[in-house]
T-cell receptor, first 112, second 114 residues
Framework: QKEVEQNSGPLSVPEGAIASLNCTYS??????FFWYRQYSGKSPELIMS????GDKEDGRFTAQLNKASQYVSLLIRDSQPSDSATYLC????????????FGKGTTLSVSS | ETGVTQTPRHLVMGMTNKKSLKCEQH?????MYWYKQSAKKPLELMFV???????ENNSVPSRFSPECPNSSHLFLHLHTLQPEDSALYLC?????????????FGPGTRLTVL
């Protein structure tokens, strides 16, 4: 069973701090990973995608991928209350076409 | 988000009812997806259509029947559901069905089966 694991949280950080969200995956052949943000009662929206080892930065968000250790992380710098949401990690197992395997999500709460 | 719309937004049905969920995408995409999101569980992919042809079916019970009449519309026909089928059903679309193609989600249909 190919799985993506996330700590469900809640992860609580003060405004302005760095929030670090982590995700591990079981399929060593997975090549592509995605971070989605889902506000309560809303649908998921894509924040970042990452395909290569290393870091990828986009504004306040940095995605990190370590294929040897089979983990993906999302760092949110200068966290804002508007970042409070559930963050879903998803990966595409090797030879799985476009089937995204999602984790259960980590709930982030940023306090002002 | 108006790129992908879903109707109805909320649906309550009995176990013997037949109903359909509708999804429409206005993005000119060629691939469409149905996902199920239950409380405390990960989002689960149910069906994938690419150019109106079903390309993936993740062992979904036959009481769920998808239909994709064209690249802009996707339906999920529901028949004799069980209470455990109560969940948020999300539709998504992407430009193609490659891994790198971003999937855009609709607002979802909150389904309750009594």
């Amino acid at each position: 069973q190919k799985e993506v694991e996330q700590n469900s949280g809640p992860l609580s950080v003060p405004e302005g701090a760095i929030a670090s969200l982590n995700c591990t995956y079981s399929d060593r052949g997975s090549q592509s990973f995605f971070w989605y943000r889902q506000y309560s009662g809303k649908s998921p929206e894509l924040i970042m995608s990452i395909y290569s080892n290393g870091d990828k930065e986009d504004g306040r968000f940095t995605a990190q991928l370590n294929k040897a250790s089979q983990y993906v992380s999302l760092l949110i710098r200068d966290s804002q209350p508007s970042d409070s949401a559930t963050y879903l990690c998803a990966g595409v197992p090797h030879q799985a076409g476009t089937a995204l395997i999602f984790g259960k999500g980590t709930t982030l709460s940023v306090s002002s | 988000e108006t790129g992908v719309t879903q109707t109805p937004r909320h649906l309550v049905m009995g176990m013997t009812n037949k109903k359909s969920l509708k999804c429409e995408q206005h993005l000119g995409h060629n691939a469409m997806y149905w996902y199920k999101q239950s409380a405390k569980k990960p989002l689960e992919l149910m069906f994938v259509y690419s150019l109106e042809e079903r390309v993936e079916n993740n062992s979904v019970p036959s009481r769920f029947s998808p239909e994709c009449p064209n690249s802009s519309h996707l339906f999920l026909h529901l028949h004799t559901l069980q209470p455990e089928d109560s969940a948020l059903y999300l539709c998504a679309s992407s430009q193609g069905s490659r891994v790198a193609d971003t999937q855009y989600f609709g607002p979802g249909t909150r389904l309750t089966v009594l």
